[in-house]
């Protein structure tokens, strides 16, 4: 009995506490103040790492926990003010008796520390660098993502003279606080000198392993060099037969001081299927359908054959690219194309045939060369002449820019020249020159702003314009080139249609913003024109169109809708406004 009434009170004990509780727990929530941060930027900083920050919507039932929550909060404060330099720095925290209630963490950060002197030791003098050079002055500020940076940039750079494993063998931060300096020693410990081993690969199905080994090209026995490794894997993502690349090398090295590689990749499908359609109130409705084959035996030949079906064009093409042909990092490409095009310029058949060659210098730079053919038949102004033309057309292309329907980084930079020489007629042939920049830069870290502009110049000289075959010449104007102006309208006219010219400048510029997942806007400004002579003339009207876009992110890349309105009207010429839709940016 004794037991059971104990048993009882206690019940009823609890039950009475707990209803505190919940009556506690149901006060309003409380405020945090933080006094005496030096930078603003900190305190951003210190609201993210305080939990009792992070938890206001949340009190606990007493002041007493929530003066515990807080003081919990403490090293962590003063971990993050001496990663921002502020090695003396104190914070205390106090509950004030106000409503709602309210926490406040008092700072005392001090003076922020400066780098002192920097000790590096090192076991081979070939390994030393001054600390300048890697990102140690004497003198700036003691923040910890500057030091750790510093401690990066020389192991990479040890990394990169052959030492894999190079690693710190001691770090010791001391700081001075009655001088607010911090010193920095440092043991270096390099591991051994290692050498490029054997390399085995894994996951081949109808790829030829020939093939594989000799696009790494990684030769045993030479130096060990990381940065290799990431153009390797990078040049077998851009192949496009892989849909994973893993390369990867040994934990250690073998008795001979070789770091034994393992390559294990995984084959996507070798054939593609694409569709694309763009729309624009000066050219309508067009349509492109491709069909590739990146493996017909075994060594990554490619096939691609396309047809593009248009108001204003109608074209198929082919084109046979035999990757490694003679030596590696070089290939032949054959293209065939005919194609019946009618705008308001001109109106052509034409078909061209052509074999090129195709070098790659360094990573990501291409130039190419070979011998092309072309048969036309073009009509302007109801004047119809046939060409008969052989060229050399010869091109280089640098491009880091990776993502070609939307980039965000990097730049892309085109040049091409061709001489033409009529089979049929003498002194009719001519010079076709043409450069192209384009640049792509973040604004924000992660990419969801980028500025891109673009700059365009061409050039054809050695012949007038009446013997340059109107599909031959420049024109400006339209969705890939001068926005809000109509397709080829910019440059001469003649009864106000078209010319074309021997002489071409164009400039764009865009600010892009992801601002959804799925959702994004665009503002650019585009302007240029086309010139009468091979030189541009100044004097001659130079047009500029400017507009605004939305971006829907798909997948495979960005759906493209622009309006655009011509800021310098042509009356009779120029409608007011232009709508363009497409699959991907506009460059």
């Known amino acids: 009995m004794r037991r059971k009434i104990e048993f009882s009170s206690l019940g009823c004990a609890l039950t009475i506490w707990f209803g505190a509780v919940c009556l506690a727990g149901e006060s309003t929530p409380y405020q945090v103040r933080f006094d005496g941060v030096p930078e603003r930027g900190l305190l951003r900083i210190l609201r993210a790492h305080s939990e009792t920050y992070q938890l206001r919507d949340r009190p606990p039932p007493t002041d007493g926990l929530l003066l ?27 509950l004030e008796s106000s409503t709602p209630r309210r926490v406040v963490f008092q700072i005392r950060a001090g003076p922020r520390y400066r780098l002192g002197s920097v000790a590096l030791e090192v076991p081979d003098a070939s390994l030393a660098r001054p600390p300048r050079e890697m990102g ?48 920095v020693r440092l043991k270096l410990d390099p591991g051994p000198k290692a050498y490029w081993g054997e390399l085995s690969i894994t996951g081949l199905v109808r790829l030829s392993e020939s093939f594989v080994r000799a696009e790494v090209g990684l030769e045993p026995g030479a130096p060990y060099d990381p940065v290799c490794l990431e153009e390797i894997r ?52 067009r349509s492109r359908f491709e069909w590739e084959h990146r493996n017909l035996e075994g060594r990554a030949e490619r096939l691609r054959l396309a047809a593009d079906l248009g108001e204003r064009v109608v074209a198929a093409e082919g084109r046979l690219a035999l990757l490694q042909f003679l030596r590696p990092r070089q290939r032949l490409v054959l293209s065939a194309r005919a194609a019946e095009e009618e705008t308001e310029a001109f109106g052509s058949r034409n078909a061209r045939a052509a074999a090129e060659l195709e070098r790659e210098w360094r990573q990501r730079l291409w130039i190419r060369s070979g011998l092309a053919f072309r048969l036309s038949e073009v009509g302007q102004f109801d004047e119809e002449e046939n060409y008969v033309f052989a060229s050399v057309p010869a091109s280089m292309e640098w491009n880091t820019s990776r993502f070609v329907l939307d980039p965000r980084s990097g730049f892309r930079l085109f040049a091409a020249a061709e001489p033409f020489f009529d089979l049929e007629r003498k002194n009719r042939g001519f010079f076709k020159s043409s450069a192209a920049v384009h640049r792509y830069q973040p604004l924000v870290r ?29 024109y400006a104007g339209g969705g890939g080139s001068v926005r809000g102006y109509a397709f080829q309208s910019l440059g001469p006219l003649q009864d106000g249609k078209p010319v074309g010219g021997r002489s071409v400048l164009e400039v764009s510029a865009e600010v892009r913003a992801q601002l959804h997942e799925q959702f994004g806007g665009v503002v650019f400004l585009d302007g240029g024109t086309a010139y009468e002579h091979p030189i541009p003339d ?34 009779g010429i120029d409608k007011p406004f232009q709508f363009y839709l497409s699959l991907g940016q506009a460059f």
Request: overall charge positive.
């Open 68 to 94: 515990w929550r807080a003081r919990q909060d403490l090293p962590a404060l003063r971990d993050v003010l001496r990663s921002a330099g502020y090695y003396g720095a104190q914070a205390e925290v106090a």
């Open 136 to 183: 140690w002055a004497t003198g700036m500020p003691a923040r910890a993502d500057a030091l750790l940076a510093a401690e990066r940039i020389w192991l990479e750079w040890v990394r990169g003279r052959g030492h894999p494993f190079a690693a710190f063998k001691r770090r010791i931060y001391e700081p001075d606080h009655e001088k607010a300096l911090l010193r």
């Open 234 to 285: 990078t040049r077998l993502v851009r192949l496009g037969l892989f849909s994973s690349v893993s390369l990867t090398h040994a934990e250690q090295v073998d008795e001979s001081g070789r770091l034994p590689l393992v390559l294990a990749i995984r084959e996507r499908r070798p054939r593609t299927i694409e569709a694309g359609v763009h729309y624009s109130t000066d050219e309508g409705a």
């Open 446 to 474: 992660d990419r969801s702003w980028v500025f891109a502009g673009r700059a365009l110049a061409g050039s054809i000289v050695g012949a007038a314009s009446a013997r340059i075959p109107a599909d031959e010449r420049f």
């Open 538 to 571: 100044f004097d001659e009207a130079f047009r500029w169109g400017a507009g605004i876009g939305v971006r829907y992110f798909t997948p495979v890349g960005p759906l493209r809708a622009d309006v655009a309105f011509p800021l310098q009207r042509r009356e």
